[in-house]
């Protein structure tokens, strides 16, 4: 089993459509949790951190349930830049970052 | 421009040749990471430096390889007589750890595609 694990995808929604994305880890003792952001060709970059209370930024909400090893990414309203594929991270202390497979997004006009 | 660097940007090389990578982190970052990326995969990890002290090597990672960080600065990594199958993508990135607190996100410079014909 893969120490972090997203759904396959691909996702091709249209636009305004809101769009779910889910996360699974098998270490226990990960701490920090992330969602990247990586356009084709492109370098990862940070989308949002992920915080044991769920947090929101605009049209993005991430949940860790740290009893089920469990993250999501809410998408609302999409838009078309919001095309690219989504990796799940996690970091344990003093650890490195372990990234999931990543789930593709089309947001379709 | 204060952000992660690698340089090169792309490098075709023969089969046998050997390769160096090399990446400039954020200059307050004692963390610094490499990674291989292959189409259609997330980001797998080689290996990764805290200032200059090696912490810990994947097992991907086979003898072919090597990573420095010889000052805690800018970080090289050879790949020697390389292989068909050693064509992806080399991310390096860097982040703080600081002391007694979890670690902050890590910046992800635009890579090193490697080509080998």
């Known amino acids: 089993r893969k120490e972090v694990e997203q759904d396959p995808g691909p996702f091709n929604v249209p636009e305004g459509a809101t769009v779910a994305f889910n996360c699974t880890y098998s270490?226990?003792?990960?701490?920090?949790f992330f969602w990247y952001r990586q356009d084709c060709r492109k370098e990862p970059k940070l989308l949002m951190s992920v915080y044991s209370s769920g947090n929101e930024d605009g049209r993005f909400t991430a949940q860790l349930n740290r009893a089920s090893q469990y993250i999501s990414l809410l998408i609302r309203d999409s838009k078309l830049s919001d095309s690219a594929t989504y990796l799940c991270v996690v970091n344990g202390y003093g650890q490195n970052f372990v990234f999931g497979p990543g789930t593709r997004l089309s947001v379709l006009p | 421009d204060t952000g992660v660097s690698q340089d090169p940007r792309h490098k075709i090389t023969k089969r046998g040749q050997n390769v160096t990578f090399r990446c400039d982190p954020i200059?307050?970052?004692?963390?610094l990471y490499w990674y291989r990326q292959t189409l259609g995969q997330g980001p797998e990890f080689l290996t990764y430096f805290q200032n200059e002290a090696q912490l810990e090597k994947s097992r991907l990672l086979s003898d072919r390889f090597s990573a420095e960080r010889p000052k805690g600065s800018f970080s090289t990594l050879e790949i020697q007589r390389t292989e068909q199958g050693d064509s992806a993508m080399y991310l390096c990135?860097?982040?703080?750890?600081?002391?007694?607190?979890?670690?902050?996100?890590?910046?992800f410079g635009q890579g090193t595609r490697l080509t080998v014909v």
């Open positions: 990135a860097s982040s703080l750890l600081p002391h007694r607190t979890l670690n902050t996100e890590a910046f």
């Open positions: 270490n226990s003792a990960s701490q920090s």
């Open positions: 200059s307050e970052h004692n963390r």
